[in-house]
T-cell receptor, first 114, second 116 residues
Framework: DAGVTQSPTHLIKTRGQHVTLRCSPI?????VSWYQQVLGQGPQFIFQ???????GRGNFPDRFSARQFPNYSSELNVNALLLGDSALYLC?????FGGGGPQYFGPGTRLTVL | AQSVTQPDIHITVSEGASLELRCNYS??????LFWYVQSPGQGLQLLLK??????LVQGIKGFEAEFKRSQSSFNLRKPSVHWSDAAEYFC??????????????FGTGTQLKVEL
């Protein structure tokens, strides 16, 4: 079975632009979470979606938004990009919501904001 | 708020030597605990997890971790390191078993270098 897939692999944007990142979870997994990993730090939780509803949100501004589709894939949108948004964006899927189920991560999308 | 501390930013070991990576967490109770590994240019791979029960947990690639409640620690160990183990290792804390969601709180990571 395929793991978590993310697209694109790399992306270069300029300040003020908008970006959309995409994620496909492992087949059968209903939950998708997004994390931001700035160079030299651990990943920071942005969102969790389960059954197309937002079920958790980290300490990120409203410029960050996401949604989950009926096939459980997900998009992360970031508006009005800032230099500080440059990071590796990781998507993780889990089978269910809660219960300690482990999360399986995709390879990430490297976003560079110039 | 829960937090995770990985006190060692960089560790260098010789191939074949033993390894211990430290992790301490701050939480009101015992949460779910995880260790992930990240190789350059790749996502995070789950090594092992602790939910409850036996405090010594076995994972993939010959890794194990020991949960010590009294010390709020969950240290990762490997008896003999291979050159391919060079990577960055992250300790993570999940929600309480009574809580909801799957949000992970990560430490800042430990970069492991293996000398041949």
């Amino acid at each position: 079975d395929a793991g978590v897939t993310q697209s694109p692999t790399h992306l270069i944007k300029t300040r003020g632009q908008h970006v959309t990142l995409r994620c496909s979870p492992i087949s059968g997994h209903k939950s998708v979470s997004w994390y931001q990993q700035v160079l030299g730090q651990g990943p920071q939780f942005i969102f969790q979606y389960y059954e197309k509803e937002e079920r958790g949100r980290g300490n990120f501004p409203d410029r960050f938004s996401a949604r989950q589709f009926p096939n459980y894939s997900s998009e992360l949108n970031v508006n009005a990009l800032l230099l500080g948004d440059s990071a590796l964006y990781l998507c993780a899927s889990s089978l269910e919501f809660g219960g300690g189920g482990p999360q399986y991560f995709g390879p990430g999308t490297r976003l560079t904001v110039l | 708020a829960q937090s995770v501390t990985q006190p060692d930013i960089h560790i260098t070991v010789s191939e074949g030597a033993s390894l211990e990576l430290r992790c301490n967490y701050s939480y009101g109770a015992t949460p779910y605990l995880f260790w992930y590994v990240q190789s350059p240019g790749q996502g995070l791979q789950l090594l092992l997890k602790y939910f409850s029960g036996d405090t010594l947990v076995q994972g993939i690639k010959g890794f194990e971790a020991e949960f010590k409640r009294s010390q709020s620690s969950f240290n990762l160990r490997k008896p003999s390191v291979h050159w391919s183990d060079a990577a960055e290792y992250f300790c993570a804390v999940g929600p309480l078993p009574t809580g909801g969601g799957n949000k992970l709180t990560f430490g800042t990571g430990t970069q492991l270098k293996v000398e041949l």
